[in-house]
Nanobody, 122 residues
Framework: QVHLVQTGGGLVQAGDSLRLSCTKS???????MGWFRQAPGKELAFIGA??????????ADSDFVKGRFTISKDIAKNSIYLQMNSLQPEDTAVYYC??????????????WGQGTQVTVSS
C-alpha cells in the first residue's frame, strides 16, 4: 500500500506562482508518480509524471502545461513537486498527485493523494 499526502495550494492571484508537494509513504515500490487536475465541470486531466527511480519526466501535450508547469522530485524526502508559474484563472482546479506501480502513461493510477484546491483570482 502507498499513502500520498499533498501540501500546498490555496488562493493566489493571476500571474502568481505556486508549488504543490506530495509525499509518499508505504512499503510498495512505485514506478511513477504524477500530477493531475480537475477543473470545475471538467474531466480529470493529466499534467505530467516522473519515473520514480529514473530520470524521465513526461508532460501532457497540452497548452496549459507547456512552459509553465514543472515536475521535480526529491528521492530522499519521498516527495514530488509541481511548480506552477504564471497562474491564470483557468488553472483553478483540484490538483491530485498519484502513484502507479507499473506505468506513467495512464489515467488509472493505483494510488491517489487527497487533492488540493488551487484557486486563481483575476
Amino acid at each position: 500500500q502507498v499513502h500520498l499526502v499533498q501540501t500546498g495550494g490555496g488562493l493566489v492571484q493571476a500571474g502568481d506562482s505556486l508549488r504543490l508537494s506530495c509525499t509518499k509513504s508505504g512499503t510498495v515500490n512505485v514506478y511513477a508518480m504524477g500530477w493531475f487536475r480537475q477543473a470545475p465541470g471538467k474531466e480529470l486531466a493529466f499534467i505530467g509524471a516522473t519515473v520514480w527511480s529514473g530520470a524521465d519526466t513526461y508532460y501532457a501535450d497540452s497548452d496549459f502545461v507547456k512552459g509553465r508547469f514543472t515536475i521535480s522530485k526529491d528521492i530522499a524526502k519521498n516527495s514530488i513537486y509541481l511548480q506552477m508559474n504564471s497562474l491564470q484563472p483557468e488553472d483553478t482546479a483540484v490538483y491530485y498527485c498519484a502513484a502507479d506501480e507499473n506505468d506513467w502513461n495512464s489515467i488509472n493510477y493505483d494510488y491517489w493523494g487527497q487533492g488540493t484546491q488551487v484557486t486563481v483570482s483575476s
